[in-house]
C-alpha cells in the first residue's frame, strides 16, 4: 500500500526549467572566406532564376502563351518550357517530388543539412536580410550597442531604422511580385503593377508573399528552423555515421588557450590545442550557436564557422581546418594516429542516386513518349440500349478526344464491335461509310455523341465488347477506348 | 459583501475572494488586448446592425442604411449569366436547326442547354434519358408520331400534340368499342390483325380474311392500308416492333375499345424560341432523328 504523501514535502526535480525559451536576438558578424562565396554565389543563382525565369521567352506558336514557364490556372495549363501539361498529368509532379525529397536525403547523407545552409529559401532571403541590416546599421558589436543604447533615439537612428525596413519591404514585396508573375504573361502583369490595373488577386498574392518574407526573414529568421520546419528533425533520421557535418575537430582544438600560453607551452616541446577561444565561430553563426559544443539541432551547415575559424587560424599561423565538414569516425581516427578517411560513395548515396537516377529516367520517358492524342468513351447509362423501328439495337456514347498538339488534327472514327454493326456521330456526315471525320482544334478538347447500331440478328450476347479507334489521318497518330454495346 | 481576497503566498499574486472547501480561486484576468478586442467586437456588431438587414420587424425587417439585400445580389448574379449566355443563345436563335447541328461549338451548346430543359420540363413525361413509358414516345429511336426531322420535332414541341393550341397536331384514335362501331369480337380480331402484321402469333381461330376487311374498313383511312401509320395525324406505323402502348393483345383491345390520345403540351411562350430550338436539337441528336 502506498504511503500517503503530503505535497509540500516533495522536491521539484532540479533540471525542470520553463518550458518556453524566450528569444535570443542573433548579431551575425560578416565573414569572407571560402564558403561565404559560396552561399553569395548561390544566393546570386536562386534569386536570379527566382525573380528573372518568369521574363524568359518560349515560342509555342501563335495563340500558344510564350513564356517559358506558367502556371495557366484559367486555361489548367503549365508550361515548362517545351512540355507543357494538362491537369490530368499532374503525376508527373508526384515524381518530381519523389526525386526533390531523395535528392535532399542525397545531400544530407554526404554533408548533413547542406540544403539548409544554402539552397532554402529562408536561408537565402534571411542572409540577404541580414547583408541588408549590416550595411544599413553596421557589423555585430555596432548593432548589438545600438539594440542595447536605452536613452531617447537620434534622427540618425530612426532614419536608419526606416531605411533598413524599407529596403526589407521592398526585398519582400519583389518576392511576391515574381511570384504572381508565373501564374500570369510576365510583362503584361508589370505593366499592370505599374499601372494598378492589375487583378485583385494578384495584389492579394503580393501582400501575402510580402508579409511572409517580411516576417520569416526579417524577424523569424532562424527560429524557422530550429521551431517551426520539419526538414532539420527529418535530417536526424537521415543522416549517419559518414555524413560530413560542420564539425570542431576538438582533437585538434583541445586544450583551448591564449595565443602567448599556446606558444610558450609549445616552445617547451608540450601539445596544446589550436582553439584560441577568440569566439569568431559565434560570432559569425547565423543560428547563434558554438559549434565547439558538438552538433546541434540548431545548426544549418553553412560554414560560416570555418571561414572565421580560418582567418583566425591564418593570423596566428596555425594550419587551417580547425572547423571544417568532418565527422566523427575521423576526429577518432586522428586522435589514434590514423589518417581520416571519406566516404562519399557508399550504400545509401549509391541506393538514393539510384533512385533519383531511376525516376528522373521514367518521368523523361513518360514525357518524351507522352501521347498527345487520347480518347475516352462513356456509354450512355438512360436509356443503356435503344431498340429500333426495325428490331436493331443502337446504343449511344459521348467521346471525348483530346489534342494536345500544339496544330488542329483531322480524325477518323472506326470501331471494332457488334457484328454488322454501323457507326455515326452526331452532326458529322460521314464522307466514308463507318469511318466519320472530325477536326479537333490544337490544344482543345472535344465532346461528341457517338451511336453504334448493331442488327438483333448475330448479335445475341447480353453485352458485346466494342473497341473504338480514332486515327490522325495527316500523321497517323491513333488511340484507341473500349466499351460494351449492350443489349436491352 | 466583503472582499475576501488576499495575497496567495505560492504564486504572489491576489486570489478573487472566492472558495471552495479550501481551495481559493487565483485571481487571472483575461488579457488587456482580449477585452479590447471584445469590446470592438460588441461595437462592430452595433455597427453591423446599423449598416446591414439585421433586426425583424412584425412584416418586414431593418433593412440597413445601404439597402443591402443578398436577394438583390442573387437577381443582379442572375441577370448577368443571362446575359452571358443570352449572347451565345442569340446566335443559336439565328441558326437555322441545321446549321446548328453542323457547327460542333453550337451543337454543344444546344446539348447542353437542350439536356438542362428537358430535364426541367419533359422529364416528368418522356423520362431524364428520354426514354420514353408507357403512352410516352422513347425519343431515342426512330419511330415518331409526328415526324423526326429537325423541324418536324421542333413543330411539335412548340405546339404540341392535341394540345389545344390552334397549330397543334391534331389526331384521334377512336373508342371503338365504346363507342359501339365495333362490336366485341370484330375489336378481338382487328386486335389479332395488328399483332400479324409486325409478325407477332394471333390466336387460334383468327380470321384474317375477317380482320383484313374490318382493318380496311375501319382503320386504314388514318394508319393506311397497309398500316404503316400517318405522321399528319399522328396514327402510330403498326408495323414494326416500336409500340407506344404495348402489343400484347389484352393492350391492344384495350386500345382499340377506348382509343388513345396522348397528350403533348404546347411549349411556345412558355419557353423562348432559342430554347425551343436547342431543345429540338437535343431531342434530334439523341439519335433517332431523321
Known amino acids: ?488 | 459583501m466583503t472582499d475576501h481576497s488576499e495575497i496567495d503566498s505560492v504564486s504572489g499574486k491576489s486570489t478573487t475572494g472566492h472558495e471552495w472547501d479550501g481551495i481559493k480561486e487565483l485571481n487571472t484576468p483575461l488579457p488587456r488586448w482580449w477585452v479590447m478586442t471584445f469590446y470592438l467586437t460588441i461595437i462592430w456588431a452595433i455597427g453591423y446592425w446599423v449598416v446591414y438587414p439585421a433586426w425583424p420587424l412584425i412584416s418586414s425587417n431593418t433593412t440597413g442604411v445601404f439597402g443591402y439585400s443578398s436577394r438583390a445580389d442573387v437577381a443582379v448574379e442572375l441577370a448577368n449569366l443571362e446575359k452571358v449566355r443570352g449572347d451565345k443563345m442569340v446566335a443559336l436563335g439565328k441558326a437555322s436547326l441545321a446549321d446548328i447541328e453542323k457547327d460542333p461549338a453550337l451543337l454543344a451548346l444546344a446539348r447542353a442547354k437542350g439536356k438542362t430543359v428537358f430535364g426541367d420540363n419533359c422529364a416528368p413525361c418522356h423520362g431524364s434519358g428520354a426514354a420514353g413509358a408507357k403512352g410516352y414516345p422513347n425519343l431515342n429511336d426512330d419511330d415518331w408520331l409526328w415526324g423526326g426531322t429537325l423541324d418536324q420535332i421542333m413543330a411539335t414541341i412548340q405546339y404540341g400534340a392535341r394540345s389545344g393550341h390552334a397549330k397543334g397536331h391534331e389526331g384521334q384514335m377512336l373508342a371503338f368499342g365504346k363507342d359501339g362501331v365495333l362490336k366485341a369480337d370484330e375489336i378481338v380480331t382487328v386486335a389479332n390483325y395488328v399483332r400479324a402484321l409486325s409478325g407477332l402469333s394471333t390466336r387460334q381461330g383468327y380470321d384474317a380474311a375477317k380482320g383484313t376487311k374490318l382493318f380496311a374498313d375501319n382503320c386504314a383511312s388514318c394508319h393506311g392500308d397497309a398500316g404503316k401509320g400517318n405522321q399528319d395525324m399522328g396514327a402510330p406505323n403498326l408495323t414494326d416492333k416500336i409500340w407506344l402502348y404495348g402489343s400484347d393483345e389484352s393492350t391492344l383491345i384495350e386500345t382499340i375499345s377506348n382509343g388513345r390520345a396522348g397528350v403533348m403540351p404546347a411549349w411556345e411562350g412558355r419557353l423562348d424560341p432559342a430554347t425551343i430550338k436547342a431543345m429540338a436539337v437535343y431531342v434530334h441528336s439523341l439519335g433517332g432523328g431523321k
Open chain 1, 1 to 488: 500500500m502506498n504511503k500517503a504523501v503530503n505535497p509540500s514535502e516533495l522536491k521539484p526535480e532540479a533540471d525542470v526549467g520553463p518550458l518556453y525559451a524566450p528569444h535570443k536576438k542573433v548579431y551575425p558578424q560578416s565573414v569572407s572566406g571560402k564558403f561565404r562565396r559560396v552561399k553569395w554565389g548561390l544566393m546570386a543563382f536562386c534569386l536570379g532564376i527566382y525573380y528573372l525565369l518568369p521574363f524568359v521567352r518560349w515560342n509555342r506558336g501563335l495563340g500558344a502563351p510564350s513564356q517559358a514557364v506558367l502556371i495557366d490556372l484559367p486555361n489548367s495549363r503549365f508550361y515548362f518550357f517545351f512540355i507543357e501539361l494538362w491537369p490530368q498529368e499532374v503525376y508527373y509532379f508526384t515524381g518530381l517530388l519523389i526525386v526533390a525529397a531523395v535528392a535532399l536525403f542525397l545531400m544530407n547523407s554526404i554533408g548533413g543539412r547542406i540544403w539548409c545552409g544554402y539552397l532554402c529559401p529562408q536561408t537565402v532571403w534571411t542572409d540577404l536580410f541580414y547583408a541588408v541590416e549590416r550595411l544599413v546599421e553596421g557589423d555585430r558589436r555596432e548593432r548589438m550597442r545600438k539594440d542595447a543604447s536605452t536613452g531617447s533615439m537620434k534622427l540618425g537612428r530612426i532614419s536608419e531604422i526606416v531605411l533598413k525596413h524599407s529596403i526589407w519591404l521592398m526585398i519582400a514585396w519583389w518576392t511576391g511580385g515574381a511570384w504572381v508573375l508565373y501564374f500570369s504573361d510576365a510583362p503584361t502583369l508589370v505593366k499592370q503593377l505599374a499601372t494598378f490595373q492589375a487583378p485583385m488577386v494578384a495584389y492579394v498574392w503580393i501582400g501575402i508573399l510580402t508579409a511572409t518574407t517580411y516576417l520569416l526573414a526579417g524577424y523569424m529568421r532562424e527560429q524557422v528552423c530550429t521551431y517551426m520546419c520539419p526538414w532539420p528533425r527529418i535530417q536526424a533520421a537521415l543522416t549517419d555515421e559518414w555524413a560530413l557535418n560542420v564539425t570542431y575537430r576538438y582533437d585538434r582544438g583541445e586544450k583551448r588557450m591564449s595565443v602567448k600560453k599556446a606558444a610558450e607551452l609549445r616552445a617547451l616541446g608540450e601539445t596544446v590545442g589550436d582553439c584560441v577561444d577568440c569566439y569568431q565561430c559565434v560570432a559569425v553563426c547565423p543560428t547563434g550557436i558554438d559549434i565547439r559544443n558538438g552538433p546541434q539541432l540548431e545548426c544549418i551547415q553553412c560554414g560560416l564557422c570555418i571561414d572565421a575559424c580560418d582567418a583566425v587560424m591564418r593570423k596566428i599561423s596555425r594550419p587551417t581546418g580547425l572547423i571544417g565538414y568532418d565527422n566523427d569516425i575521423n576526429i577518432h581516427r586522428r586522435e589514434q594516429g590514423k589518417a581520416p578517411i571519406y566516404r562519399i560513395v557508399r550504400g545509401r548515396t549509391i541506393a538514393y542516386s539510384a533512385i533519383i537516377a531511376l525516376v528522373g529516367g521514367i518521368m523523361i520517358h513518360t514525357l518524351a513518349t507522352r501521347k498527345t492524342l487520347e480518347m475516352n468513351v462513356l456509354h450512355d447509362r438512360n436509356p443503356v440500349a435503344v431498340a429500333l423501328s426495325d428490331g436493331s439495337i443502337r446504343n449511344a456514347y459521348t467521346v471525348r478526344l483530346l489534342n494536345k498538339s500544339g496544330f488542329d488534327r483531322v480524325i477518323a472514327i472506326d470501331m471494332n464491335g457488334p457484328v454488322n454493326s454501323t457507326l455515326h456521330v452526331v452532326g458529322v456526315d460521314s464522307v466514308t461509310p463507318d469511318r466519320p471525320m472530325i477536326v479537333i482544334g490544337r490544344d482543345q478538347t472535344s465532346e461528341f455523341r457517338l451511336l453504334v447500331t448493331a442488327p438483333a440478328e448475330n448479335n445475341t450476347e447480353k453485352s458485346i465488347p466494342v473497341r473504338f479507334h480514332v486515327t490522325d489521318i495527316g500523321l497517323g497518330v491513333a488511340a484507341s477506348a473500349t466499351d460494351n454495346f449492350v443489349l436491352p
